[in-house]
């Protein structure tokens, strides 16, 4: 019974992670000139980054506490669970992307950062099962715009905008 109740939990939980984060990336910036818009992660979005790496320090430091009963499944369950936090947040602080009248300027943790012309953009297109926007240039790759980016659809207006005739695939 006790491992159903986790699990029941563990599915509950994520399940309002993903409408929490679902409601709170607004479609929106709350940075906007005229001729720059930017799109980056939020206010909440970055506190609930902080939340979670501050969780994961409580958790981690539980399990160590509680000696080595069942360590192979808590080392592996605290790899996988502070991993995907420390991403989160090196992501939710990392990320901006910024549309101007010469194009974008692209900021990421995980690449360097990139000065992209509006005629170096080919096309750009949705992919669902990631839930991102592909950017795809000639020479400087593909830049991904996800559905839970405040801006984000800013950043898209100004593309087709100034890119009239790329394909949207």
């Not at 599915?11 to 000139?33: D, H, M, P, Y």
């Not at 592996?76 to 947040?89: H, K, Q, V, W």
Request: charged share 20%; proline share 4%; hydrophobic share 45%.
């Amino acid at each position: 019974m006790d491992e159903d109740i986790r699990y029941m939990m563990v599915i509950g939980v994520s399940l309002a992670v993903t409408f929490w984060l679902r409601r709170s990336a607004g479609t929106r910036t709350e940075q906007k000139i005229p001729s720059r818009v930017v799109a980056q992660y939020g206010t909440s979005f970055r506190a609930f980054a902080v939340f979670i790496i501050l969780f994961a320090v409580v958790i981690t430091t539980i399990a160590i506490a509680e000696g080595p009963r069942q360590l192979l499944w808590k080392v592996l369950s605290l790899t996988l669970f502070d991993g995907a936090a420390i991403f989160m947040l090196i992501e939710a602080f990392g990320v901006r992307i910024e549309a101007t009248e010469n194009g974008l300027l692209v900021r990421s943790p995980w690449r360097q950062s990139r000065r992209i012309a509006w005629d170096e953009i080919t096309r750009f297109d949705y992919a669902p099962i990631n839930q991102w926007h592909r950017i795809w240039t000639k020479s400087q790759g593909i830049v991904r715009l996800s559905d839970f980016l405040p801006g984000k659809q800013d950043v898209l207006d100004h593309i087709r905008r100034n890119c009239p005739g790329i394909p949207v695939t």
